[in-house]
């Protein structure tokens, strides 16, 4: 079965960085493109970064030049480093991929950024 586990999340002022852990099982991780989702309470769901299994990536306009995504294969995990983080980027931020066309979710961990 396929799991997705977020770790890294916490509290920090603006203008600081964090780094978030996506830690997956339960499928041939390196063939599949992952994906950084955030949701602030009230907001949609909001894509933050993607990565295919060959190391492209994609960024929402909000946080480019801000965020990396990245992952290694050996270790079935992705990354979100963030740096220059703003009070707007906080939210619960989501592990996600999509398996011949059912979406897995993590449970999401929260990035609060507050002074």
């Known amino acids: 079965q396929v799991q997705l586990v977020e770790s890294g999340g916490g509290l920090v002022q603006p203008g600081g960085s964090l780094r978030l852990s996506c830690a997956a099982s339960g499928f041939f991780f390196r063939i599949f493109a992952m994906h950084w989702y955030r949701q602030a309470p009230g907001k949609q769901r909001e894509l933050v970064a993607a990565i295919t299994g060959g190391g492209s990536t994609n960024y929402g306009d909000s946080v480019k030049g801000r965020f990396t995504i990245s992952r290694d294969n050996a270790k079935n995990t992705v990354y979100l480093q963030m740096n220059s983080l703003k009070p707007e980027d906080t939210a619960v931020y989501y592990c996600?991929?999509?398996?011949?066309?059912?979406?897995?979710w993590g449970q999401g961990t929260q990035v609060t950024v507050s002074s």
């Open positions: 996600h991929v999509n398996r011949y066309s059912v979406d897995h």
